[in-house]
């Protein structure tokens, strides 16, 4: 039977079950390349008890199959208190009005103060109530960002209908300043991110918005045609994710519609920003579920304004290859083929492979290369949520990594090569924009299946190798500690201004070692509704030393260095970078 044949008759499969109304996405055709082999050294040990993080995620379902209990939570890594060390927060939900597990109280964020003494094993310390976080909202994801210049890392917090802004004292303690801010909790809010979009210096704010549901409006879908299931997003209409300027000191304008960012059809879950092209302008990306993506081109600044282009369809990176809008959720960029250009990875639904984008330095079209990387045909089965490149054993060549997990309990029912609960998947970077599945050599605990959401990267004990933290929907958090045994070295870079948008977020570092070159950048927000630890990692292989480092600060000067040895460097603009001993 041809592979047209099998697709019209499963076309006919799924006309016919849609009178029953399931709510199942159709099944993509296998990629024919096998998959690359490859042996491994990345390893991670799950420390998650002996590190003291004991969050457990509250979706609220109630048996109700009510939509936004199958999102959450996110989680961000960043050093709240300027000790050096990178902290955690987490981001939970909260129990439906009526629910009678709310008597007693509401779930809140959940606050872990990294303790880790240098040479010492992962430790942290519950202290939500210290800082300021016991806050209770229908949480989703988190943003990072300086948003008043201090010096210090602020926290805005999407929600369903809500949103908060939590600023930083200085010494991580934290206060609810969302009320004068000009931001506005209407909606869905999902993933967010900072950037300083117009030039002007002063962080901005994209908030994602998802689609236009609420209790009042929920629909009945079903599997079987017997039972309630949880809908897909096809069922309800999209929104647009909103813009807001920064205007200094904690406050925000909404400017969605003058930058041009309007886009009632969208159905945002993962939001990443990235100078796409090289010009100095921050561009957007945004993962839409089962409606196109966009690639929002920043082209000028109008009265302060600035004005965006989607150009997602002519750059060739709106739908997948096959021409359809994917389930896709969270987003990643990289430079995966250490020529300057940009990588960009979505993850996608269950029977929909990730999605693998390359564009050259000029960044005018991506290329979909999802099966001649090497992932397309492990990443089809699983229903993927948070991805993230990093360069997990220090090779030079970024490595990537995905969370997964299903949205329904009772999806194996009527799929059976589908489960709710999915190990993590983990690809390492051949060069040259090729990956290899090494999932199974990264250790037992890593290969324990999880309903994966969350997902962030970040040196959490200071050894210079990048850890992982996943969330989990309705479940308890992981912690990761990376104990691949290498002995190849990593510089890692802490860029800071004098000035305004002091986290130097968009900051673009290109890297030349051993022949190579890499080019990275500060970001303010990519992945799932989770934030990494914003240093900057460059692996050095074999390489001795990192030849030579350029930096274009977000003000657009630049700022060279030459022949850095392994270690952790602060750089503030217009110096050095200076040595760091932890």
């Known amino acids: 039977m041809t592979i047209r044949r099998s697709l019209f008759l499963l076309a006919l499969s799924l006309a016919a079950a849609a009178c029953k109304k399931p709510e199942m996405k159709p099944v993509s ?211 647009s994710s909103r813009l807001y300027k920064g205007l200094g000191g904690g406050r925000f304008r909404e400017i969605t519609k003058e930058a041009g960012l309007t886009n009632p059809l969208g159905k945002a879950l993962g939001v990443a920003v990235r100078d796409v092209d090289g010009d100095g302008r921050m561009d957007l990306v945004i993962a839409n579920d089962t409606s196109p993506n966009n690639l929002y081109r920043n082209e000028k600044t109008v009265n302060g304004i600035p004005v965006f282009r989607d150009v997602a369809v002519e750059a060739g990176m709106a739908v997948g290859e096959d021409g359809r809008a994917r389930g896709a959720m969270g987003v990643a960029f990289g430079d995966t083929k250490n020529d300057g250009g940009t990588s960009l990875v979505i993850g996608n639904f269950s029977n929909e492979m990730w999605s693998v984008f390359n564009a050259g330095p000029k960044g005018d079209f991506f290329v979909d290369e999802s099966v001649q990387s090497g992932i397309g045909r492990t990443s089809l089965l699983p229903l993927t949520f948070g991805v993230a490149f990093a360069d997990f054993d220090l090779d030079g060549t970024l490595d990537l990594v995905g969370v997964n997990g299903h949205v329904e309990t009772s999806v194996q029912d009527v799929q059976p090569t589908v489960t709710y609960r999915q190990a993590p998947l983990l690809y390492r970077g051949l060069g040259a924009g090729k990956f290899a599945d090494v999932s199974s050599q990264a250790g037992a605990s890593f290969l324990v299946p999880i309903v994966g959401r969350g997902l962030v990267v970040a040196d959490l004990d200071g050894d210079g190798r990048p850890d992982l933290v996943m969330t989990e929907n309705g479940g308890p958090a992981h912690v990761f500690r990376n104990v691949t045994e290498t002995q190849a070295k990593a510089v890692r870079l802490v860029l800071a201004t004098n000035g305004k948008n002091r986290g130097a977020v968009g900051a673009r570092v290109t890297c030349t070692m051993g022949g190579r070159k890499r080019v990275d950048e500060v970001s303010g927000g990519d992945g799932y509704l989770s934030v990494n630890e914003r240093t900057v990692a460059i692996g050095l292989g074999a390489a001795p030393k990192l030849d030579a480092v350029d930096v274009r600060w977000p003000d657009g000067t630049a700022t060279s260095a030459k022949d850095l040895a392994p270690g952790l460097y602060r750089w503030v603009e217009g110096g050095a970078p200076a040595a760091v001993n932890r």
Not at 95 to 115: C, E, M, Q
Request: net charge negative; glycine share 14%; proline share 6%.
């Open 29 to 239: 055709p296998t990629p024919a390349p096998e998959p690359t082999r490859a042996v491994s050294s990345i390893r991670f040990e799950d420390v998650t008890k002996a590190s003291g993080v004991a969050f457990t995620h509250v979706n609220g379902a109630a048996g109700k199959k009510w939509m936004p209990e199958t999102m959450g939570s996110g989680v961000a890594a960043f050093d709240a208190d300027g000790d050096g060390r990178i902290d955690l927060l987490f981001v939970n939900s909260r129990y439906w009005p009526g629910d009678p597990r709310g008597a007693s109280g509401h779930p809140t964020l959940a606050f872990y103060r990294n303790v880790t003494e240098p040479g010492g094993a992962i430790r942290f310390e519950d202290r939500t109530k210290e800082a300021g976080l016991a806050l209770s909202l229908f949480g989703m994801g988190v943003a990072v960002g300086d948003v008043n210049d201090d010096g210090a890392p602020d926290l805005v917090i999407t929600g369903l209908d809500d949103i908060r802004l939590l600023l930083n004292d200085g010494k991580g303690h934290f206060h609810d300043a969302t009320k004068g801010s000009g931001l506005a909790g209407a909606g869905w809010g999902t993933s967010a991110a900072f950037a300083d979009f117009d030039g002007d210096g002063v962080l901005d704010l994209i908030v994602g918005q998802y689609v236009n549901w609420s209790p009042g409006t929920d629909l009945y879908c079903t599997l079987d045609g017997k039972t309630k299931s949880y809908c897909t997003p096809e069922r309800y209409p999209g929104t």
